[in-house]
């Protein structure tokens, strides 16, 4: 690797692991502290390594530097403590190097209390999402204000409140307590979920971005299903679901970086590895006797790994968007189950659903009515595909309903 | 919105017969869709639960009798919870009800709020 390149991608694997030991040892409060100490050291490296050339062991290097950064660190805010408070003590400062644990064990523990104190419940949603991807994958503000299509300024002060919020809030690094920790793994799994979500259907036309979304919520995803204590059947289900999902990556986007529908894609072109993944997570998320919606949703894209439209599917796909609505309505899930009932028992018992939905404001409602109604009725067929056209935002949702009106001619 | 007990009533049957997987699950579709339907409206409230056919019946003077089926011929087979804004919209969520495909009927109910 090029040592242009070496350092970026240092940068994505490294800086999370030395901030969430750092973070873990200074304590929730100097967050900043630990970040500014790990932008050092990446600066220190780029000026280092470019005048003498690149160490022996980059990774190495970087920990010894951030470590000394930090001992330095601990013993200036000691010291600076000891003269506020004017406590004088016995022992002589210079003996007492702080214990600074970089090992593999520490590493990896600290990245999974990290990820269970930014996802409190304390701390609102779309800050979780945006601290994980700052401190957790080793997002710049530029990147995750691309990912949210806000700007600079505004990611920069919604992690700033959040990051005040975990001050304010007292929260600690650590695991939660036996008692807590499933209610509380599961604002981890929602963060995750939603982390995952914002990558696979994001407007940002970034798709290289919008992949490496993704690929970050499934790491940290994984690294909760290697854990004892996290290991639960829900963690699993939600990670076969990002697999199924992630398996048809290059499917769905073209090279024109379009959208590709999922009955256009070529499934050769699915990833079978992936497929295969998610297949061993959701027989390992069939454990115990709670089911959740990662579950459902799990099993649902299992069925869309296969691409034959045949009646077993759409039968197997529809019962699971009845069970999913019971466990949770969301409009998405509506409108897919409506589908799902226009291809098990027909297009006419479908249409007379589809009517009493009454997402009359959400394009994809029209997009569908438009899709039943083809052949049965065209011209509301046309009409509908226009009103999608009118509500939808993006231009990749447009030219997909364009499309589709110049197929009516 | 408010909320409405949607209550199943059918003949009584002592003993059902023991159902195969698929008879089962060919019995259990039609519910499972028209659940599902009240449910993609974002207006069920609570899946409720199906009953057994086997009950008991406790009376004043803690007489025990075998089910409310002696007097009546109607046995509650199973309930949901559903949201409406009223008992018409409630009984129209009610229609397409798969006890009604095998001679029973649907009673709709407004539940009073407690609050």
Redesign the interface.
Known sequence: MQQNELIPHLFRTEYRKIISVLCKLFGVEHIATAEDIVSDTFLLAAETWGLKGLPNNPAAWLYMVAKNKAVDFLRRDTLFKQKISNVLQEQDMADTTPEIDLSTKNISDSQLQMMFAICHPAIPAEAQIGLSLSILCGFGAEEIADAFLSNKETIYKRLARAKEKLRTEKISIAIPAQQEIESRLHTVLTTLYLLFSEGYYSASQNTGLRKELCLEAMRLNLMLTEHEQTNIPAANALLALMCFHASRFEARINKQGEMVLYEEQDETIWNKALIQKGEYYLTRASTGNTLTKYHVEAAIAYWHTHKADTLEKWENILQLYNKLLQIEYTPIAALNRTYALSKANGKKEAIIQAEKLQLTNNHLYHSLLGNLYTSIDDAKALQHTKQALALAKTTADKETILKKINSFK | MKEFLLIFRREHIASEPALSPEQLQAMM?PW??W???I????K?AN?GNRLEADGRVLKTGNIVTDGPYVEIKEAIGGYIIVKANSLEEATELAKGCPILMVGGNVEIRTIVSMN
């Open positions: 579709k499972q869709d659940i599902g339907n449910a993609a409206q974002n069920l899946s």
